[in-house]
Nanobody
């Protein structure tokens, strides 16, 4: 059973934009926070942004502030990550995850999607 399904990744030129989507189902909906994480080649997994289903409270990593926007559509059970001004450092597999709180580390998130590749060409 797929609890979190990401889509929207792809190849984009530097300076371009992409919108990622993550649709939650089943047990993943019992968690209040949905976060976007990324893992680049040879790098550790890092938090990008997160949002709560209940109040729409958001969190952004420093690398995402001013360039990325996280939003949710509760009716569609979908969270979006709008990314703009992309650069080569943003190249990574982007994963969404569901957990109890938006400021929790990756280990606190219980459910994970398979990930979607984002590649930024310079």
């Amino acid at each position: 059973q797929v609890l979190l399904a990401e889509s929207g990744g792809g190849l984009v030129q530097a300076g371009g934009s992409l919108r990622l989507s993550c649709t939650a189902s089943g047990r993943a909906l019992s968690s209040d926070a949905l976060g976007w994480f990324r893992q680049g080649p040879g790098k550790e997994r890092e938090s990008v942004a997160a949002i709560t289903w209940s109040g729409g409270v958001t969190y952004y990593a420093e690398s995402a502030k001013g360039r990325f926007t996280i939003s949710r559509d509760n009716a569609k059970r979908t969270v979006y990550l709008q990314m703009s001004s992309l650069n080569a450092d943003d190249t990574a597999v982007y994963l969404c995850a569901a957990g109890p709180r938006i400021l929790g580390p990756p280990s606190s998130y219980h459910y994970w999607g398979q990930g979607t590749q984002v590649t930024v060409s310079s």
